[in-house]
């Protein structure tokens, strides 16, 4: 239940063509304080209930818990969520052995693009595309919960 990846920003669209799928994705947080968050999230017509805990030093690994829910549940839990909520677009993307998760956001983060990549470990070596740009992992203003509540748009 160890999450490990690292997160870029992403300066040109290709990763669009590269992409074996997407998906709509809408998510909220019951939660977001620095040391817990708890997400609701639809994907497409499925539901998930997530729990993440703090950081590590490095920014790279968290605690991360995740199930399922019914799709009519967590609508009604996305209308209890704090304010701000997040949509975006999210594009998977092959590149060597990984699968960069790449995503688009669309309303008060419109303009904002980041890839994430999943590891096995922190040292583990993985192939950089292109259209990846600047490192951001562990860079707390990037964590969706933080950009429900200071969204892209309002950053100077």
Known sequence: MQEIERKFLVHSDVYKREAFKSSKIAQGFLNSEKSRTVRVRITDKKGFLTVKGLSSASGLSRFEWETEVPYEEAKAL???????????????????????????????????????????????????????????????????????????????
């Open 78 to 156: 996305l209308k209890l969520c704090e304010p701000g909520q997040i949509e975006k677009r999210r594009y998977y993307v092959n590149v060597g052995k990984h699968i960069f998760e790449v995503d688009e956001f669309y309303g008060e983060n419109q303009g904002l693009t980041i890839a994430e990549i999943e590891l096995s470990t922190e040292d583990e070596t993985f192939e950089t595309p292109d259209w990846l740009a600047k490192e951001v992992t562990g860079e707390v203003k990037y964590f969706n919960s933080m950009l429900s509540k200071t969204p892209y748009k309002q950053w100077t």
